[in-house]
T-cell receptor, first 115, second 110 residues
């Protein structure tokens, strides 16, 4: 079946512009995560959605970052007034939900370059 | 202190060698653990879950030591295709936040 998809795959933008990244989770997955991975670095947790619960935004690095999710489907991550340090790969993952042994399935990521 | 710590490597090993990675976690509330593999410029993919009793999948063996708060991954008979970064993951029970280590890079050389 279809996996997690993300768009765009690559995005080049100018400093100060806003960008919107999209994630389509696997159908039926109630949990959705956003991560950031800078070049040569590990995954940095950004935000987590679980069903209709309030999202866990504890990983968002600044108020320029926000994310939304419509029900248990598409999620968008918005970065306002982009800075060069925002350049990274933004990965989305989804899982079925609440079980502790849940596996996360990752999308291919969006490579963001801020000039 | 990072919640999940790994030796970044790189580990350079010849084909056919056995190599082991350790990963330590600091939060004793962590309940489930995983190893993911990430190839260069690709997304992470699940390699295996780690159970208290340890588990084996072909050439790969994962172990969990709760007393010392570390997990390990053993790769036997290394293949060139095993070259990748191996990410250790800890997940807390009752709360779905997942913490990734920064990864250990393995390079298998002919």
């Amino acid at each position: 079946g279809a996996g997690v998809s993300q768009s765009p795959s690559n995005k080049v933008t100018e400093k100060g512009k806003d960008v919107e990244l999209r994630c389509d989770p696997i159908s039926g997955h109630t949990a959705l995560y956003w991560y950031r991975q800078r070049l040569g670095q590990g995954l940095e947790f950004l935000i987590y959605f679980q069903g209709n619960s309030a999202p866990d935004k504890s990983g968002l690095p600044s108020d320029r970052f926000s994310a939304e999710r419509t029900g248990e489907s598409v999620s968008t991550l918005t970065i306002q007034r982009t800075q060069q340090e925002d350049s990274a790969v933004y990965l989305c993952a989804s899982s079925w939900g609440l079980a502790v042994q849940e596996t996360q399935y990752f999308g291919p990521g969006t490579r963001l370059l801020v000039l | 202190r990072k919640e999940v710590e790994q030796d970044p490597g790189p580990f350079n090993v010849p084909e056919g060698a056995t190599v082991a990675f350790n990963c330590t976690y600091s939060n004793s509330a962590s309940q489930s653990f995983f190893w993911y593999r990430q190839d260069c410029r690709k997304e992470p993919k699940l390699l295996m879950s780690v159970y208290s009793s340890g588990n084996e999948d072909g050439r790969f063996t994962a172990q969990l030591n709760r007393a010392s708060q570390y997990i390990s991954l053993l790769i036997r008979d290394s293949k060139l295709s095993d070259s990748a970064t191996y990410l250790c993951v800890a997940r807390r029970g009752g709360y779905q936040k997942v913490t990734f280590g920064t990864g250990t890079k393995l390079q298998v050389i002919p």
